[in-house]
């Protein structure tokens, strides 16, 4: 018997490592076998594999408090990419209420809208969008006395977000709207950089911040950075994972007016695309890098146009630090560092690590007149203090407007722009992710209309279409796609971020 059991005690480990190998090998083949979805930290709608879509929203509602210092009124826009009509519960999330819930039916190939006022009037929501199917892109618009913004929800809960272009000065306020859609407690770390400081500044107060289960938190960057001009923020979770939206006012007193809202990027690469941006004699445009890391990142930042990558400027960012890049029409002095200059009114970015070290890439579009604290416009464009909630009242004629986005880090074949209807038209921006040329069809939902558009190899090219239509965008090559929509008559410029379909490679 002894002889018996020592025999067993040496076959059984033969036999666990063998029965390893084998079921490894089997799982090996099956993987090649099927389908491999490539999973990224970008937003994107799920496709056939999924059973269900989830949207995270972090700003559904915001009333303006004189703690709290932002407005921000939310539409909720929900598009059925199926043929097949669904019902999404819509989940509104308060620190300070119960949960509510609403559901809303979406006919397939549709857009449906909701006024989310209209069912709450907490201090500050945020929503959870669910569905029984693949296919529903979640998308709100943004607005407020300032203007409007219009901003995808995001698909992805991340422990890291990456804020490029924040604002402290004196007539602007700047908001981090924290969302923890998770039944656990969160645990985050606040860091930011600024033009003037190098390395980060780690403010104690914002260390260890609990954001509980199922709740939201508002923080205000001002309150805890010195004023500056141009400010990066990063956030860290030590525990859970969270969504993170940025908010920016400009208020008129010294001049430029403008509000934008748009999600946090989760994502860090060392290339980063930026379809469509816009000079003119009221339209200014900066890029700003944020460098996460602790190795100094070498970039060069280039305006494309049809025929591809044109003018460009070089610059290095710091570990944990940020640059900022204004891009300026041909005919300002060249004798301007980090700068880069275009004879193009719309034109695309691209923002490239030439030493492989990943960063961070944002976009400042603004529109108006460019007063800021210290260099105040002149006084007729100035605006008196605003009282209460009142819309801010632009003279005739004068448009105004703010856009801070990320940029896309990554091209996909298949596009999906969910716009409502803001009147007049909007720019689609197209951008080749490569070097080959790519044949672009463009399908405005519930029309027979479809566009054609040839891309040069890194190209970019803009598309004027109607506003108010969800727009499928299908490529045969990796693209990168935005819009842009002034308002005309008033404050309200939108960078309205296009939304890529999960791929599946075969």
Partial sequence: MTLLLWIVRLVLPIALVVGLFVDGSLDQGNADSTGVVLVDSDNAVPGGQSLTSTWYCPTAHSRELPEAGVTAQVELVLTNTAAEPTKASIYLVSPTSPQRLVQLEVPGLASRSLEVADHTADELVSALVEAPAPGIVAAR????????EVSPCSSVV????????ADTQADTTSHLVVFNPLPIDAVIDLSFASELEVGPYIPRELGGLVVPAASSLLIDIGE??????VVSATLRARLGRVVVDHIQTFDGSSGRVGFSAHLASAT???????PIA???????????????TDVVADIEVSVVTGEGPTESAVASVGPYDLVKVQVLPEVEERLVSNTVFTAAALFGILVQSSNGV?????????SGPRGSPGKESTENELLPIRNGQEEVQ????????????PGVPNGAKRWILAIPDLGGQVMIGLQNTNQTEATVFLSPYGSRGRYKVSLAGFGSKSVPLAAGSTIEIR????????????NASGAGLNSILGIKFVEVQP
Avoid: K
């Fill in 278 to 292: 816009r000079l003119g004699p009221t339209e200014v445009a900066s890029v700003v890098v944020s460098n996460p």
């Fill in 158 to 165: 991340s422990d890291e977000w990456y804020v490029v272009s």
């Fill in 268 to 274: 860090i690469a060392t290339s980063w695309y930026h």
């Fill in 394 to 405: 632009l003279p005739p004629g004068r448009e105004s407007g703010l856009s801070v986005s």
């Fill in 358 to 366: 990943p960063v961070v890439s944002g976009v400042e579009l603004a």
């Fill in 141 to 148: 618009r943004v607005r407020s006395p300032y203007g409007s």
């Fill in 224 to 229: 805890h950075v010195r004023r500056r001009d």
């Fill in 475 to 486: 490529s045969e090559l990796p693209i990168a796609v935005t819009a842009l929509h002034q």
